[in-house]
């Protein structure tokens, strides 16, 4: 078992950054890759981005690009997700979660944590 707690979230307003945080216990930290996603208001749960177990490879969805930076500290046993120039259209409750790889498709990640809300303001 791998139990995940997010922090960071808030209210902000647009442009802000922000960075969430999800410590990791349990399990081996450093065996799992890690996701983050989210749900936005009324809408079904999406990927937002992933990064392997020693962290070479990361993977964003288009609309983040540029603007977010998944990174992680095995040490620590974090992952964190660095939110710049944030949109009213992030506004969303972010998760994270574990998985034996990386994927874009939440059902592949086996462990989750309670979620963190991020409000962005106009």
């Known amino acids: 078992q791998v139990q995940l707690v997010e922090s960071g979230g808030g209210l902000v307003q647009s442009g802000d950054s922000l960075r969430l945080s999800c410590v990791a216990s349990?399990?081996?930290?450093?065996?799992?890759?890690m996701g983050w996603f989210r749900q936005p208001p009324g809408k079904e749960r999406e990927f937002v981005a992933a990064i392997r177990q020693r962290g070479g490879g990361t993977y964003y969805v288009e609309p983040v690009q540029g603007r977010f930076i998944i990174f992680r500290d095995n040490t620590k046993a974090t992952v964190y997700l660095q939110m710049n120039s944030l949109k009213p259209e992030d506004t969303a409750v972010y998760y994270c979660a574990a998985g034996a790889h990386t994927s874009r498709i939440a059902p592949q990640y086996h462990y989750w944590g309670q979620g963190t809300q991020v409000t962005v303001s106009s």
């Open positions: 349990g399990r081996t930290f450093r065996d799992y890759a």
